[in-house]
C-alpha cells in the first residue's frame, strides 16, 4: 500500500516562498509507472492540478501556476517537494500530494491547510 504525507508550514506570509514536503513509503519515486503530484483546493472551490515529477525527474505544471511553481526530489529519502514563490492570499488552500497513475489520481496524502496571511 503506498502512503504519502504532507509536511510544511501552516502559515505563510504574503510574498514569501511556500515550500512542501511529500514523503512517500510503500512505492519508490522512481518506479516508472507513477508520476508523483501536487493538487490544492482553495475554501470554496474545486481542486487544482498544479504539477507533477515523473520517475525520471522530468516536471510538467499547469499553465497557470507554472511561472510560480517548481517541484523537486529527495530521491534518498523517497520526498517530493513543491515550492510556490510570491505566495499571495489567493494562494490559501489545503495542498494534496497525490500518485498519478494512468490518467487516475490513485493515492493520495491526507491534505495539509496552508494559510496566508500576514
Known amino acids: 500500500q503506498v502512503q504519502l504525507q504532507e509536511s510544511g508550514p501552516g502559515l505563510v506570509k504574503p510574498s514569501q516562498t511556500l515550500s512542501l514536503t511529500c514523503t512517500v513509503s510503500?512505492?519508490?519515486?522512481?518506479?516508472?509507472?507513477?508520476?508523483w503530484s501536487w493538487i490544492r483546493q482553495p475554501p470554496g472551490k474545486g481542486l487544482e492540478w498544479m504539477g507533477a515529477i515523473e520517475d525520471d525527474g522530468r516536471t510538467a505544471y499547469s499553465p497557470t501556476l507554472k511561472i510560480h511553481t517548481s517541484i523537486s526530489r529527495d530521491t534518498s529519502k523517497n520526498q517530493f517537494s513543491l515550492h510556490l514563490e510570491s505566495v499571495t492570499p489567493e494562494d490559501t488552500a489545503v495542498y494534496y500530494c497525490?500518485?498519478?497513475?494512468?490518467?487516475?489520481?490513485?493515492?493520495w496524502g491526507q491534505g495539509t491547510q496552508v494559510t496566508v496571511s500576514s
Open positions: 510503500g512505492a519508490s519515486i522512481t518506479v516508472s509507472y507513477y508520476a
Open positions: 497525490a500518485t498519478l497513475s494512468d490518467s487516475n489520481f490513485i493515492f
